[in-house]
């Protein structure tokens, strides 16, 4: 059972453009919803979060959209880079649990 | 400050083999957790330390997985005996909140 489900599986941009990566959950008692980004060889590292008491959060170049209702959040990146290429992957927990339920993850490739 | 250290990076054992992985947390991180991916699928939970109890084993997949966790200090996770469809990436995270998970690099573990 897929508890949150991410699209699409491979994504591919030029550099300046915006790739959206997408998140939908069915538990509804998800109170956290992390990004990480994951290098060749490296483990997923924490991108930003959000929690759904929130709409919208930006960091950087970094933006997440939350859809309570709808149960979805996405991941949008501004001016992307060569450098942000990499496996991206949407997550949810209980907070007070701390066990990540991830999505199936993003291959992210910005072309120069 | 050290970020969380895995041992091997990487093992090839044969089927029926017996391997163990370790995982070092950062220092003072009380919850410890484990996760595998395997091939282009979902990161998934396996089981979750707060010092050196198990908090949540529900993901570990069959009682060939056998972990501890030395003092609430390191931990190992054991596979005996190993089967082909235990190869995968297995990553150790730690955390001093619940929701702030650091990764390690992971060990990238083939079952021939």
């Known amino acids: 059972q897929q508890q949150v489900k991410q699209s699409p599986q491979s994504l591919i941009v030029q550099k300046g453009g915006i790739p959206i990566i997408n998140c939908a959950y069915e538990?509804?008692?998800?109170?956290?919803f992390p990004w990480y980004q994951q290098f060749p060889g490296k483990g997923p590292a924490l991108l930003i979060a959000?929690?759904?008491?929130?709409s919208e959060k930006k960091e950087g170049r970094f933006t997440i959209s939350f859809n309570k209702s709808a149960k979805q959040f996405s991941l949008h990146i501004m001016d992307s880079q060569p450098g942000d290429s990499a496996t991206y992957f949407c997550?949810?927990?209980?907070?007070?649990?701390?066990?990540?339920?991830f999505g199936q993850g993003t291959e992210l490739s910005v072309k120069p | 400050e050290a970020g969380v250290t895995q041992f091997p990076s990487h093992s090839v054992i044969e089927k029926g083999q017996t391997v163990t992985l370790r995982c070092d947390p950062i220092?003072?991180?009380?919850?410890l957790y484990w996760y595998r991916r395997v091939m282009g699928k979902e990161i998934k939970f396996l089981l979750h330390?707060?010092?050196?109890?198990?908090?949540?084993e529900s993901g570990m997949p069959n009682n060939r997985f056998l972990a501890e966790r030395t003092g609430g200090t390191y931990s190992t996770l054991k596979v005996q005996p190993a089967e082909l469809e235990d190869s995968g990436v297995y990553f150790c995270?730690?955390?001093?909140?619940?929701?702030?998970?650091?990764f390690g690099q992971g060990t990238r573990l083939t079952v021939v």
């Open positions: 995270a730690s955390s001093h909140r619940y929701t702030e998970a650091f």
């Open positions: 538990n509804t008692a998800f109170d956290y």
């Open positions: 959000i929690r759904p008491d929130v």
């Open positions: 997550a949810a927990t209980e907070d007070r649990r701390g066990k990540l339920i």
């Open positions: 220092s003072g991180h009380d919850n």
């Open positions: 330390f707060v010092k050196e109890s198990k908090q949540d």
